[in-house]
């Protein structure tokens, strides 16, 4: 089988176009109207790059290319179709790795072309071919890391082992060392670059093993924005420049996103990648143990269900507040529910999301967009907590650390200095939890023995049902 | 050699600005479909893997590019999929109705 060529002018002319398209369609995503017809232009962009590389005349057989997009379009069709909402995050680790592995073998099969045909790499090759390599396959074995932890196959808390560090930064020498010693010498050395291969990609393990469960939005920020880098490099090494301008898009995007999360969390990101954050439960030291035994002394009001749909349907605002643990019960539609019911009772009903609510950036709007509840009503940090002094009742849904009162006034914990949303300034707080357990973080919640609270045990998805029931016979 | 150098670093710097740009006005609301469909556009390393697949070297050279390629389609395919699945969620909503 053979394709017609076209000349390697009208191909740059087709990247060129392509890079715009993707350009314009990172742009229409800055709003919900436009958004859809953004990932579309973006999604046409990506076609002709890839037609037009089909008749770029360096391809001289076709068999591998058909077989390998066969058989990767089917895997990320299904993939994508059947994925829930709320393993979104995990799916997108993955779709991440992948491009990560494919950078990284790219960059190392540039790599294997210098040796076979016995050329000295030159400096700038060098680089570039390492740098690719090296981010691709962290990204590769870290993604998956990140997946396996979100997914729950590996453990969710921060793994951790004497000598942690001390091993990781001898792996992460041992790499510059290769890296240093393959540029130099310029002469390809198989044997060494597969050495240096195999140490990124434990490197990509270890460095996400660290990490908590409740950072992988950071995580994942970072490892989007790690491909986009390896790609970028890629195309130094293919002298692409489709792929330099996409790698470096992705590249600012992830890193704006990191940046992002971080300040949501009041945590430099080196706190996150190297704190171990979520490790043990903290608190067990002499001064937490007290403050624990002085709030177990205080004790919990709980409140009926009967009562709660009392006090929901006679508020004038209500502001809803969720967390991951909504996610996890599946609880969106019975809130939406509950919702609408108020809203039929002409109480005014907002939600108020926290940044690191779910385990992506922007993760919880998602869910919630799944229930149809209008993102209207959904109110970033900044927008909703000079709101909360008017609203009568706070209602929190499987939320914890991001409404722990703690992060403002108790410099020994943990989370001290990470903005939360200001729920203690409500008339009345309810709280909807499964349990006396504490959040992601393992740190006691006083928010739950203010006078003005209430809670609500049960399985969110299940106490929320009962509310609404509840609320229409009010 | 530094010429071409020059060229793809004056692009790449080009390129991070407009990536400021453009993502910094990307509310939050939409940083989850921001994070999947930039994840699709990295794909594009898809076609990195299609220039060394198609040039046939011996086997090792083409398993690599095989595996490279459906690494590269699984993250295009699925990326712009699953980021247009969420943004059917989010348009044509209007407030207090769907």
Not at chain 2, 5 to 10: A, E, G, R, V, W
Not at chain 2, 38 to 59: D, F, Q
């Amino acid at each position: 089988m053979s394709l017609p060529h076209l000349p390697p002018n009208v191909i740059r002319s087709v990247y060129l176009l392509a890079s715009v398209l993707f350009i314009i369609g990172i742009k229409q995503l800055s709003s919900p109207k436009s958004a859809r017809n953004g990932n579309l232009l973006a999604s046409v962009g990506m076609l002709l790059a890839i037609v037009a590389t089909l008749l770029d005349r360096q391809i001289l057989s076709y068999g591998t290319i058909a077989a390998g997009i066969v058989l990767g379009g089917l895997i990320g069709t299904v993939a994508a179709s059947r994925v829930a909402m709320t393993a979104m995050p995990q799916m997108v680790a993955l779709f991440n790795g992948s491009g990560g592995g494919a950078a990284a073998i790219v960059s190392s099969l540039e790599y294997l072309r210098f040796a076979r045909a016995g050329l000295p790499v030159p400096p700038v090759s060098g680089v570039t071919i390492l740098l690719g390599a090296l981010i691709g396959a962290i990204s590769f074995t870290g993604s998956i890391v990140a997946f396996g932890k979100l997914q729950g196959l590996v453990t969710e808390r921060a793994v951790t082992y004497p000598l942690q560090k001390p091993i990781n930064f001898i792996l992460f020498l041992a790499i510059v060392a290769a890296s240093a010693w393959l540029v130099v010498t310029g002469q390809p050395d198989v044997m060494v670059y597969a050495w240096f291969a195999a140490a990124a990609l434990l490197f990509g393990v270890m460095f996400v093993i660290p990490i908590g469960g409740g950072d992988m939005p950071v995580v994942i920020s970072l490892l989007n924005s790690f491909t986009g880098l390896a790609t970028a490099a890629t195309g130094f090494s293919l002298h692409n420049h489709v792929l330099i301008i996409s790698g470096t898009l992705v590249g600012a995007s992830g890193t704006l996103l990191t940046y992002l999360m971080c300040k949501a969390m009041n945590r430099p990101i080196t706190n996150v990648l190297f704190g171990a954050f979520g490790a043990v439960v903290k608190g067990t030291g002499a001064a937490g143990a007290a403050r624990a035994g002085a709030m177990a002394g205080k004790g919990v009001r709980e409140v009926s269900v009967e009562d709660t749909a009392t006090i929901l349907a006679y508020a004038r605002s209500v502001i809803v507040i969720p967390g991951y643990g909504l996610a996890v019960a599946q609880a969106q539609h019975s809130v939406r529910e509950l919702a609408d019911v108020l809203k039929s009772r002409g109480v005014d009903v907002k939600y108020a999301i926290h940044p690191v609510a779910g385990r992506m950036p922007g993760h919880m709007n998602v869910l919630l967009a799944e229930a149809n509840v209008p993102y209207q009503e959904l109110y970033d940090l900044d927008a909703i907590n000079p709101e909360f002094e008017r609203a009568d009742v706070a209602l929190i849904i499987g939320a914890n650390d991001v409404v722990n009162p703690a992060a403002r006034n108790d410099p020994s914990s943990p989370i001290y200095g990470m903005p939360i949303l200001d729920a203690d300034k409500a008339k009345h707080i309810i709280i909807l939890k499964r349990s006396m357990k504490p959040g992601f973080a393992g740190i006691e919640n006083e928010l739950f023995y203010n006078p003005k609270a209430m809670m609500l045990f049960g399985d969110a998805k299940d106490t929320a049902s009962k509310v609404v029931h509840a609320v229409k016979t009010v | 050699m530094i010429e071409q150098l020059l060229t793809d670093l004056t692009i790449l710097v080009l390129a991070i600005f407009i990536g400021y740009e453009i993502i910094s006005k990307v509310p939050v609301i939409l940083h989850t479909p921001l994070m999947s469909g930039t994840n699709a556009i990295h794909g594009i390393v898809l076609v990195g893997a299609m220039l060394v697949a198609g040039t046939p070297e011996g086997p090792l050279v083409t398993a690599l590019g095989f595996v490279a390629v459906v690494l590269g389609t699984i993250n295009v395919v699925g990326g712009f999929l699953v980021t247009d699945r969420m943004l059917r969620m989010f348009a044509g909503k209007t407030p207090g109705g769907r």
